[in-house]
C-alpha cells in the first residue's frame, strides 16, 4: 500500500535484533551478537562506500588489551594486526608549552603486568572495513544509508520505521547512534553533562627518529597533548585546548600548525611533518539517565561519551558489546524473552557503575590539569611522582590503562 506522501511502506517481520547505528560499536555488537546465533539487523545512516573508505584520513584508536581480546574473539582482529602498532609504555608529565616537561613523570612500562603489550593503536582506515568485512562474513543485514525515523514499542516487539518507509519488526532495537542519540530521545531518555570549553585537534604526523613503542600525554594549561605510536615512524595527535585556540588551530595551513605544534610536541622525536587532514571535535561530559528502557538498550557513546584523556571511549563501548552479548545470550539459555526489562536491567546494572567511574576519573583529571594554577601544579606533580614511586599502586594503574580489571565479560577474558 502507499502512504499519504507517496512512498511504497514495506514492513520486513522478523529481524531479530535491531541496532541504529554502523559505526565502530554497532558494527562490533552485530559480528558479535551473531557469531553468538542471534539475527541481527544493523541500520546505518552512512553509505558502505563511505564507511568502507580505507584513505588515511590521520583518525585512530587506543585499544586496551582487553578489547584485543574481544576483536579477536569476534574474528575482526586478524585482519588489522599486522597494521596494529602496541604500546609498550606510557609516560605521563605536566608542564608548559616551550618550557619541557615537569620533572615528576608517571611511567607505566608493559613489562610490569603479564598479559603482553597494555594496547595497540589501530588506525580508523583498517579498523573500520574490518569489521565491515566480519559483518558480511557472518550475514548481518547490513542497511547502509537508512535512517531510523522512529520507533513503537510493544509488548512482544519493537518496530522501527526508516526513511525509506520501510518498517523492521525485531524483539530489541540497540542504539549505538552516538551521543546525540535519537534511540535515547525518542525511548525518553534523558542526558546529562556539560562542556569543557575544550576541543580536540586529532591529527597524524610523521618523524624522523622511532617512538619505541611509547605514548606520552602531555599536560599543559589549555588542555592534554597525547601522541600516539603509530606503525612506522609515525604518530597520532589528540591535542586539546581551550576552543578558540582550537579553532585557530584548525583554520591553520599546515606550515603554521606545525609551528604551533612543535613548542608543545618537543623535539624527542626529531623534524615533525603532517600526514592527512586534521578534525576537531568539541570535549564534553554526556550521560545517559538510564541505559534501557522497555526493548531498548544504549551502547558507546550513546549511553556515555567522556573526555578522552584517557583514551577509553571505544574500549568503554567495546564492554559494552561483551556485556550486553553475555546477558542477552545467558538470559536465552535461561529460555527468558531477550528483550524483557529485568534481562535489560542486568546489562544496566552491569555497566552503569563502570561507566559512572570512568566519567568520574576523567572529569576530575581534566579538571585538575586543564589549569596553570601555581598549587594546582605543585599537588599534581606531587601526585604523579608518588604514584609512579609506588609499584603496587603504578601496577594497578597498568592493568587499569589495559582494560584488565573489573568484571570482564566473557569475550574479554583471558
Not at 275 to 303: K, M, N, W
Request: charged share 20%; aromatic share 6%; with cysteine.
Amino acid at each position: 500500500m502507499d502512504n499519504p506522501g507517496g512512498r511504497a511502506i514495506v514492513r520486513i517481520m522478523d529481524n531479530g535484533i535491531l541496532i541504529a547505528g554502523g559505526g565502530l560499536n554497532g558494527c562490533a555488537l552485530a559480528v558479535a551478537l551473531s557469531r553468538a546465533g542471534f539475527k541481527v539487523t544493523v541500520i546505518d545512516a552512512q553509505p558502505r562506500e563511505t564507511r568502507s573508505e580505507r584513505g588515511f584520513d590521520g583518525r585512530s584508536y587506543a585499544l586496551a588489551h582487553a578489547s584485543r581480546r574481544l576483536l579477536d574473539r569476534i574474528g575482526a582482529w586478524d585482519a588489522v594486526a599486522d597494521e596494529a602498532q602496541p604500546m609498550l609504555e606510557i609516560k605521563v608529565t605536566d608542564g608548559r608549552p616551550g618550557e619541557g616537561p615537569s620533572p615528576f613523570l608517571l611511567h607505566f612500562d608493559h613489562a610490569e603486568i603479564e598479559e603482553g603489550p597494555m594496547g595497540w593503536m589501530v588506525e580508523d582506515r583498517h579498523l573500520r572495513p574490518a569489521l565491515l568485512d566480519a559483518m558480511e562474513a557472518e550475514g548481518v543485514r547490513h542497511l547502509a544509508g537508512e535512517t531510523l525515523v522512529a520507533q513503537e514499542v510493544a509488548a512482544t516487539g519493537v518496530t522501527a520505521t526508516l526513511g525509506s518507509g520501510t518498517t523492521l519488526d525485531g524483539v530489541l532495537l540497540v542504539g549505538c547512534d552516538g551521543r546525540s542519540s535519537g534511540v535515547a530521545r525518542r525511548a525518553g531518555i534523558g542526558r546529562t553533562g556539560w562542556g569543557y570549553g575544550q576541543k580536540a585537534v586529532v591529527c597524524a604526523v610523521a618523524h624522523e627518529r622511532e617512538h619505541g613503542g611509547i605514548a606520552h600525554q602531555f599536560f599543559m594549561p589549555g588542555g592534554p597533548l597525547a601522541i600516539l605510536p603509530l606503525k612506522g615512524n609515525r604518530s597520532s595527535i589528540v591535542w586539546s585546548e581551550r576552543e578558540t585556540r582550537a579553532d585557530a588551530l584548525l583554520a591553520m595551513d599546515d606550515a603554521a600548525f606545525l609551528d604551533a605544534l612543535r613548542p608543545a610536541f618537543g623535539s624527542f622525536l626529531g623534524e615533525i611533518s603532517l600526514e592527512g587532514a586534521r578534525f576537531g571535535y568539541p570535549l564534553g561530559l554526556s550521560l545517559a539517565e538510564r541505559f534501557v528502557a522497555p526493548r531498548v538498550a544504549l551502547l558507546g557513546d550513546a549511553a556515555h561519551g567522556v573526555h578522552p584523556v584517557a583514551g577509553q571511549g571505544l574500549n568503554a563501548g567495546l564492554r559494552d558489546v561483551g556485556a550486553l552479548v553475555a546477558v542477552l545470550s545467558e538470559a536465552r539459555q535461561r529460555g527468558e524473552e531477550i528483550g524483557a526489562s529485568p534481562v535489560l536491567a542486568r546489562y544496566e546494572r552491569w555497566r552503569r557503575f563502570d561507566t559512572a567511574t570512568l566519567a568520574a576519573a576523567t572529569d576530575g583529571v581534566t579538571r585538575l590539569f586543564s589549569n596553570d594554577n601555581p598549587l594546582l601544579r605543585g599537588l599534581r606533580d606531587l601526585g604523579l611522582g608518588a604514584v609512579n614511586a609506588l609499584p603496587g599502586l603504578r601496577r594497578g594503574f597498568i592493568r587499569e590503562a589495559a582494560g584488565l580489571t573489573g568484571e570482564l565479560p566473557p569475550l574479554m577474558r583471558p
